[in-house]
């Protein structure tokens, strides 16, 4: 059966989650305090409803329980973000993912329950950062506070060269864990394996070993 999943807070953000989610066919359930959010939201997902989320009960008797994942969408007003996740774990929403406006409201969240806190502002302010630094960064994805996964085009200083000359592990501590080109995927790149043109090398490593590789191979 397909995923369930509801989205409580229609910002910016939530708007763009449940209507990304109901551009995929995903039955999304929308819910906002706000008469005038939710009418917006009303063409856009199959269900919405007006109802403050503090309100256990009303949380309870939309049946929130059967879903599988509930976005929590509510950044300026913490009080009410905290309050939510909390009634809303309680109920037995196996997965549920907050928005957290600061360090500070995420670490509340981590301990009443919130599987997986985000940052959406500091995440995307990170990517355009990482972009501004190299054009050639495709994506960049945070796998813990310190380290992330990079994919950067290859540039001029690594066209035409191995993974052996160029020493990645030894030099940045990084790892080429896979090397795309198109729609093929290299995942397991071998040391003489040359680098051509148009190939998307993907890295982990730590945060600030990929930086000095991004920075050394920027141009
Ligand atoms: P964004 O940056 O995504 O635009 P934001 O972080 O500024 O959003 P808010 O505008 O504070 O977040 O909240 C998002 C939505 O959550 C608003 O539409 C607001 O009406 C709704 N909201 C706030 N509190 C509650 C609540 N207790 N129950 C239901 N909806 C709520």
């Known amino acids: 059966m397909k995923k369930q999943?509801?989205?409580i807070g229609l910002?910016?953000?939530?708007?763009?989650?449940?209507?990304?989610?109901a551009n995929f066919d995903f039955e999304v359930l929308a819910i906002d305090s706000s008469e005038q959010r939710t009418q917006e939201a009303s063409n856009i997902v199959t269900h919405v409803v007006?109802?403050?989320?503090?309100d256990e009960e009303a949380l309870r008797a939309l049946g929130l329980r059967n879903f599988d994942v509930v976005v929590v969408a509510i950044g300026q007003d913490i009080q009410a973000s905290i309050l939510t996740t909390i009634i809303v774990k309680e109920i037995g929403v196996p997965k549920v993912v907050v928005k957290a406006q600061n360090e500070l409201h995420g670490k509340v969240?981590?301990?009443v329950g919130a599987d997986k806190v985000i940052y959406p502002e500091r995440d995307m302010g990170m990517r355009v950062a990482h972009h501004?630094?190299?054009?050639?960064?495709?994506?960049?994805?945070?796998?813990?506070?310190?380290?992330?996964?990079?994919?950067i085009a290859a540039t001029h200083a690594l066209i035409g060269k191995n993974l052996r000359q160029l020493d990645i592990r030894a030099k940045y501590g990084c790892n080429v864990m896979a090397v795309k080109n198109g729609d093929?995927?290299?995942i397991a790149p071998h040391?003489?394996?040359?680098?051509?043109?148009?190939?998307v090398l993907v890295v982990v490593g730590k945060n600030t070993d990929l930086q000095h590789f991004e920075v050394t191979f920027a141009e």
Do not use: H
């Open 50 to 54: 007006q109802a403050d989320s503090t």
């Open 5 to 7: 999943f509801a989205v």
């Open 191 to 199: 040391a003489e394996d040359l680098i051509q043109e148009g190939d």
């Open 132 to 151: 501004l630094v190299s054009s050639n960064i495709i994506d960049y994805i945070e796998l813990s506070d310190d380290y992330s996964i990079v994919e």
């Open 11 to 21: 910002g910016r953000f939530g708007f763009s989650v449940a209507k990304t989610l």
């Open 109 to 111: 969240l981590k301990k």
């Open 184 to 186: 093929k995927m290299n």
